[in-house]
Structures are given as C-alpha cells and as structure tokens.
C-alpha cells in the first residue's frame, strides 16, 4: 500500500528554537533545584561546580527567556480556546481513555492551556530573577522586595517543572507526536485523528497549491 505523504508541523529553524529552550530548561531545573533544596546540592555540580552553576544559572535563564519569547511569538495566535477546545477539556476522562473529542485545530485545549501555564511561568521567573539577580540588580530593590521575588521564582519554577514534566509525558504518550518537533513532520492519520481541523486545513493549502503550480506550468 502507498503511504500518504507527511505533513510538515514545523520548519527547522522553528525545532531548533524550541530544543534551545528545552536544554536550558533542563540545564536550569537541575541547578535551580540543587539551590533549592539542600538535599539535592550535589545537583549543583552540573556545570562543574556549584560557584559555576550560581554564576551560570541567570544567564542561561536570559538565554531561555529569549528563546521562549521568540516561540510565543510564533505560537500566540495558534493557543486562544475556543468552544471545541473547552469540549475538549471538559472530556479529559474521555480523552484519557485514548478517544479524540471535539473538531480540534493545531492544538487541543490541553496544549493551549499548558501554553498559557509556560508563558505566565517564565514571565514571573523572568522578572522575579532579575530582581534576585546579586551582584547585578538586586542592590536596585528593597530588601522586602527581593523576598517576595525569591517566592515567586520558586513557586513559578515549581509550577513550571510540574507542567514541563505533562508536556513530555503528553507528547510520549500521543504516538507520533515527537517525530514533529524532531523531523518536522507528522502523518496523515495523526493529523487525521488528533487534529482534525488542522489537517483540513493543511489538506486545503496542499491543494491550493498544486493547482497554483499547475496553472502556472
Ligand atoms: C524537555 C523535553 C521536551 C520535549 C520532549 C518536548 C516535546 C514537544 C513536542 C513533541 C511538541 C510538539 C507538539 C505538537 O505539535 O502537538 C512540543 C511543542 C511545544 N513545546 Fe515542547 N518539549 C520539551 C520541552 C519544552 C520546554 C522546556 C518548553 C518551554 C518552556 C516547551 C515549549 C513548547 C511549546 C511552546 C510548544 C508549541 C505548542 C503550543 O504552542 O502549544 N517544550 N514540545
């Protein structure tokens, strides 16, 4: 049988932002956690030793603010709920048990949520980070003040981490969904099923654009 061909979900230069911005997640999670937490100093020594990680944490949080900054930029039009997303939330069990629900666009309301749940978080780690930042920017707040950041960056981190470990989960768990952020593509029947307007939708562009070529051959 001939296989349908693949959908392209995202341009390289699109995958590449995003795996920036997963490694330094990652990178800032573990050290971020080895600050936090006494018994998981020795998580520290992921750059090497601790001084490096507490001189290298912030400025790879800038460089993760940035990237994600440049992927909401890209994502912010796709990630607005709409009526066939709150269905679609509204029947989690149903989804849980492996059936689709509701006519859903490139994302389902699931993804749109968690979309808004990382940008809030990185915002909030963003500025709380910057007014903790010692020796930089600290001395410019009051003491009272750089408190309230430290809990902001901590329960913004915390709440990141939790949502950043569904995201994975969800993205394993749906077959088929990985492939797209590392080789761009996806097929028919993913699209088909997860995604049924977005597949509509990339179905007509595909048309549009043969007939394009062939009225201009
Ligand atoms: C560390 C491991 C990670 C894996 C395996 C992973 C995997 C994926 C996959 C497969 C997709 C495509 C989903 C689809 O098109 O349906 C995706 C999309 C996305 N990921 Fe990740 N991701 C990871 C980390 C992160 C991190 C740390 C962030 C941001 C803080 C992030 C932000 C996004 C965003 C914004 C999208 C676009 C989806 C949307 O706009 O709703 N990812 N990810």
């Known amino acids: 049988m001939k296989q349908q061909p693949l959908l392209q979900r995202y341009k390289r230069a699109e995958r590449i932002n995003h795996w920036v911005v997963a490694g330094c997640f990652v990178l800032l999670a573990?050290?971020?956690?080895?600050?936090?937490?006494?018994?998981?100093?020795?998580?520290?020594?992921?750059?090497?030793?601790?001084q490096l990680a507490r001189i290298f944490h912030p400025f790879i949080g800038i460089v993760m603010?940035?990237?994600?900054?440049?992927?909401?930029?890209?994502?912010?039009?796709?990630?607005?709920?709409?009526?066939?997303?709150?269905?679609?939330?509204k029947s989690v069990k149903t989804i849980l048990?492996?059936?689709?629900?509701?006519?859903?666009?490139?994302?389902?309301?699931?993804?749109?949520?968690?979309?808004?749940?990382?940008?809030?978080c990185v915002a909030l780690l963003f500025i709380s980070g910057i007014i903790i930042w010692r020796p930089y920017f600290a001395p410019l707040f009051p003491i009272p003040l750089i408190r309230i950041a430290l809990l902001v960056h901590c329960?913004?981190?915390?709440?990141?981490?939790?949502?950043?470990?569904?995201?994975?989960?969800a993205a394993i768990w749906v077959k088929?969904?990985?492939?797209?952020?590392?080789?761009?593509?996806?097929?028919?029947?993913?699209a088909k099923k997860h995604h049924p307007r977005w597949y509509r939708e990339m179905m007509e562009k595909h048309r549009r654009q043969e007939q394009g070529e062939k009225e201009t051959s």
């Open 155 to 169: 329960c913004a981190a915390v709440v990141l981490i939790s949502g950043i470990i569904i995201h994975v989960y």
């Open 65 to 89: 603010f940035i990237g994600f900054f440049i992927l909401f930029l890209r994502y912010w039009r796709h990630n607005f709920l709409d009526k066939e997303d709150v269905r679609w939330l």
């Open 30 to 50: 573990i050290s971020g956690l080895g600050f936090f937490y006494s018994s998981f100093f020795w998580l520290t020594n992921i750059f090497g030793s601790p």
């Open 176 to 190: 088929g969904t990985i492939p797209s952020m590392v080789e761009g593509v996806v097929s028919q029947e993913w």
């Open 97 to 120: 048990k492996g059936h689709e629900v509701g006519d859903i666009g490139k994302y389902n309301g699931g993804q749109k949520a968690m979309f808004w749940l990382m940008s809030a």
